[in-house]
């Protein structure tokens, strides 16, 4: 077997990165259009005789149950891509979505809604641990943030295009059944050419040799199996990582507010059209991008310490912005909550995009990256349960101005978690990366020389 040169080396990295920023995007085309098409079930729900602050809470507890099941299956999705690979994750998982988005479209009751919703979600879990996995044996520890970063772009740019996309199906006159198929077709033809091109590792190009170049920091025989247990005991006794998980809690219940609720709030509060509605939320995403990109370069320049420090900029900034959008009487206008919401999103998921992707491989490596990454996102999402049906209440007996000041109290504690995690990261030092190692004889015996991050 022929060695592979290094410019064929980075076209296979540049392809397997297409193919995954491309494939994990198609998920949002059935994730995004629950919160897209929830003004039109809203209206289809209050015509069939429900009340219309019922209707939009039991669509709201259909989105937090749905995040629940999501997080649920993040605490399996982790270790399964650590075992079985993260390509039987991702394909999987866009397998299940398309099936569930179809079986979706065919109900108009609240309760086949939460049944089938939670089923779209729990399936969906296993894509991002197997994208994960699938970096982490494509690229080296040098380049985590910079490759994370991009992929990343996959949940932001892919959710801003499948809002507009969606909101043009709009103009033309779709209803939200339509919507729901046309994610699930669209979807579908991505899925098949992943099946094509995508592959799980370079030594699995077929006919050349590109692997050898990332490092194995878990564990130093790549053909044993890492016991995930060992992985999940060593990771639960580490004061860094358990900072890491309040913060996903935090930063994803707000993340996931946005998700949701964005179109409702700018038909509700702000006055825009169900079809400009979506498409402005769709700001939220693309501006986060661009602070994913920048952020994922700066923390490969300014290390490991570096990501806590953007961190916890961030949050206080989003903090502010969200105290803004509370206080403030923006007197009929459309512009400033618009902008204030894109600030947002810039100052939010930049820093929000190291949690489940540069920081679990930092802590995981090649060999326990998803496994970390499935902790930190699936605790995370216990928080973003929250940003259903309990942002719903809120909404309501509150108001916006109400909810965002709440909002705003959550990205503040954020950042406290945050600067916590700057200083443990401080303490530790040239110790062994970002936390103190604890005794673990599981993982000594398991990783040989080798240091877990």
């Known amino acids: 077997m022929r060695r592979a040169s290094t410019s064929q080396i980075r076209s296979r990295r540049a392809l397997t990165v297409a193919l995954l920023v491309v494939g994990y995007s198609g998920y949002y085309l059935c994730r995004s259009n629950l919160s897209v098409a929830m003004p039109m079930i809203t209206d289809e729900l209050t015509a069939s005789g429900i009340d219309p602050a019922a209707a939009k809470a039991s669509l709201g507890l259909v989105a937090s149950i749905g995040v629940f099941a999501y ?107 339509g919507l729901f198929v046309a994610s699930a077709g669209v979807l579908a033809l991505i899925g098949l050419v992943c099946v094509v091109f995508l592959r799980e590792s370079p030594d699995t190009v077929e006919g050349e040799d590109v692997g050898g170049q990332v490092e194995q920091p878990l564990g130093s025989n790549e053909a044993e199996p890492v016991p995930s247990e060992g992985v999940v005991g060593y990771l639960l006794r580490s004061p860094a990582f358990l900072i890491v998980c309040g913060l996903s809690l935090g930063v994803t219940l707000l993340r996931e507010t946005f998700n949701t609720w964005t179109p409702t709030y700018f038909v509700e509060a702000v006055g825009l059209s169900k079809a400009a509605a979506a498409r402005a939320s769709g700001l939220f995403p693309l501006a986060g991008g661009a602070s994913v990109l920048l952020a994922g370069l700066a923390s490969d320049r300014l290390g490991r310490p570096g990501r806590g420090a953007i961190l916890l900029v961030g949050l206080a900034l989003a903090g502010g912005a969200l105290a803004a959008l509370g206080l403030v009487d923006f007197r009929g206008s459309t512009l400033v909550p618009v902008a204030l919401v894109t600030a947002i999103a810039f100052f939010l998921l930049g820093p929000y995009s190291y949690l ?48 965002f000041l709440v909002l705003a109290g959550v990205a503040w504690c954020s950042s406290l978690a945050a600067a916590a995690l700057v200083m443990a990261q401080r303490g530790t030092a040239g110790r062994s990366g970002l936390s103190a190692r604890p005794s673990d004889p599981t993982l000594t015996a398991m990783e040989g020389k080798e240091q877990l991050v």
């Open 71 to 177: 997080a649920l299956g993040k605490f399996f999705s982790g270790p399964l891509a650590d075992r079985a690979g993260g390509r039987r994750n991702f394909l999987g998982g866009i397998a299940g979505a398309v099936g569930f988005t179809l079986l979706f479209a065919l109900g108009g009751s609240p309760s086949w809604f939460l049944a089938v919703w939670c089923g779209n979600r729990l399936v969906q879990s296993l894509g991002w641990a197997g994208m994960v996995k699938i970096i982490a044996r494509w690229f080296p520890p040098s380049s985590y943030g910079t490759a994370m970063a991009v992929v990343s772009l996959s949940y932001l740019f892919g959710d801003a295009v499948a809002r507009s996309f969606l909101g043009i199906l709009i103009d033309l006159g779709l209803g939200w059944r």
């Open 356 to 403: 489940a992707g540069a920081i679990a491989l930092d802590f995981g490596g090649r060999k326990g990256g998803a496994t970390a990454s499935g902790l930190i996102d699936g605790i995370g999402d216990l928080g973003g349960v929250l940003a259903g049906r309990g942002m719903a209440d809120l909404a309501s007996s509150r108001g916006w101005s109400g909810a």
